[in-house]
């Protein structure tokens, strides 16, 4: 079987006069999770759009499943799901019925409604109005219902914007639980943070084209031109000692001599490589 699910060939998109992505190249293998990472205005939205289907390429080729994008139709649907920030809820509806009524929908057992709301931590508000949910109870119902019909992909823009760090969490670890079982996840976030701790190959994208591509660590030490280590002692006394032979051998008499109370290597984060890579700085 073909474990190819996304490959973007060439893609490039106009609006008018105006070039908002180009010559994009990019693939996302069954359970992997690829992420489109870059400022607002880079680009990101549009190429799920095109992915989708809801928007057409200018040129080049992309395909979904063996599909080409030019080619999707309704039901491409069923097994794709997608998160964006126009992803709405009923609000006058239970927590519980919003799941129903979709379920309705896509043909699923509803009997996966109650394992799904405990899964993403909401069975407890199983009854509540969605339209009194938190904003990070209502982006874990809105994950719900995207993987209500157990998807094959699933794109997700910017999926934690705006939430408290433990609601993020808890939705990584979710995540991570579906990529470990096969799911393919299309990611676009700003935050590299995120994106180091999730992804397992990204794209850097500025002004609608990709800059850099590959994965987390490999971005990272690709730009580490000055090798550095951070050493903190037992005594509590910290150096940041340039790689050479004589720093070498006095971070060897530390360790021989049990004074290390931690080592680090000072490579870049991915938000430092962004910056050297585009000179911009995330907003």
Request: aromatic letters at 6%; charged letters at 25%.
């Amino acid at each position: 079987m073909n474990n190819e699910y996304i490959r973007i060939n060439h893609i490039s998109k106009k609006f008018g006069s105006e070039i908002v992505l180009k010559d994009l190249e990019a693939v996302l293998q069954k359970g992997e999770i690829l992420g489109f990472l870059g400022p607002s205005g880079a680009g990101k939205t549009t190429t799920i759009k095109i992915l989708t289907g809801q928007l057409k390429p200018t040129s080049g080729d992309a395909y979904i499943l063996g599909i080409h994008v030019k080619n999707i139709d309704e039901t491409i649907y069923e097994q794709i799901g997608i998160v964006t920030d126009q992803s709405g809820i009923y609000e006058r509806l239970s927590v519980y019925d919003n799941l129903k009524y979709f379920a309705k929908i896509l043909k699923v057992d509803q009997a996966r409604i109650d394992e799904l709301l405990q899964r993403v931590g909401l069975f407890d508000y199983k009854k509540k109005p969605a339209g009194k949910l938190s904003k990070g109870q209502t982006q874990r119902l809105i994950l719900a219902r995207a993987i209500l019909h157990k998807p094959r992909v699933l794109f997700l823009d910017e999926p934690t914007s705006g939430l408290d760090p433990s609601t993020a969490v808890s939705i990584h670890r979710l995540l991570m639980e579906l990529k470990n079982e096969g799911m393919a996840i299309f990611l676009t976030t700003h935050n590299m943070e995120e994106a180091t701790k999730l992804c397992d190959h990204v794209a850097l994208l500025n002004d609608g084209q990709i800059m850099e591509y590959g994965t987390p660590k490999e971005l990272c030490l690709r730009y580490n031109k000055e090798k550095k280590y951070k050493v903190l002692l037992e005594n509590g006394q910290e150096y940041v000692l340039d790689q050479s032979p004589e720093n070498t051998q006095q971070i060897a008499d530390w360790i021989n001599e049990n004074q290390v109370a931690s080592i680090h290597s000072c490579e870049p984060t991915l938000e430092r490589v962004f910056l050297t890579v585009t000179g911009r700085q995330l907003q």
